[in-house]
């Protein structure tokens, strides 16, 4: 399965390692994560070494193009925002955003009080379960 993961680049990336780990389940089940160099150390560094129009163009085109969105939201943004807006208006995909519970007073109330139907929240509070809850929620590759 192909599956556009998300994080924030810009934001607060102060969950960088439960977002590490969701991209190594993901890979290890067999998927294809597109955007998994968002969770390089130099993402932020690698973004802009690109004009701005052709990241819009290259990450439209992958959630045009995925078969799943997974996000790790504890740091959201406009960016993460946007996307699963996106989604969630403009097709029928399935979207998954995991958060971490400790982080919740930080998160848009538009993210953790989402309830439309494509979208399931999963609030983790520690990798075990981050790892337990990505492995239910995603079919195996």
Same mark, same amino acid.
């Given at each position: !399965?192909? %599956?556009?993961? *998300? &994080?924030?680049?810009?934001?607060?990336?102060?969950?960088?390692? *439960?977002?590490?780990?969701?991209?190594?389940? =993901?890979?290890? !089940?067999? #998927?294809?994560?597109?955007?998994? #160099?968002?969770?390089?150390?130099?993402?932020?560094? $690698?973004?802009?070494?690109?004009? +701005?129009?052709?990241? &819009?163009?290259?990450? !439209?085109?992958?959630?045009?193009?995925?078969?799943? &969105?997974?996000?790790?939201?504890? *740091?959201?943004?406009?960016?993460?925002? &946007?996307?699963?807006?996106?989604? =969630?208006?403009?097709?029928?995909?399935?979207?998954?955003? =995991?958060?971490?519970?400790?982080?919740?007073?930080? %998160?848009?109330?538009? %993210?953790?009080?989402?309830? #439309? +139907?494509?979208?399931?929240?999963? +609030?983790?509070?520690?990798?075990?379960?981050?790892?337990?809850?990505?492995?239910?929620?995603?079919? $195996?590759?």
């Amino acid at each position: !399965m192909k %599956i556009y993961f *998300g &994080f924030t680049v810009a934001g607060n990336r102060s969950s960088l390692e *439960g977002a590490k780990k969701i991209v190594g389940i =993901l890979q290890a !089940m067999g #998927h294809e994560v597109v955007s998994s #160099h968002l969770v390089r150390e130099d993402a932020w560094d $690698a973004d802009r070494s690109v004009a +701005p129009q052709e990241i &819009f163009a290259r990450d !439209m085109k992958w959630l045009d193009q995925c078969d799943l &969105f997974v996000a790790e939201v504890s *740091g959201s943004s406009f960016g993460l925002g &946007f996307e699963t807006g996106y989604l =969630l208006g403009a097709t029928k995909k399935q979207t998954i955003l =995991l958060y971490q519970r400790g982080a919740e007073r930080q %998160i848009s109330l538009l %993210i953790i009080g989402n309830t #439309h +139907p494509n979208c399931v929240l999963l +609030p983790y509070s520690n990798l075990e379960e981050l790892e337990v809850l990505v492995r239910k929620a995603v079919p $195996a590759g």
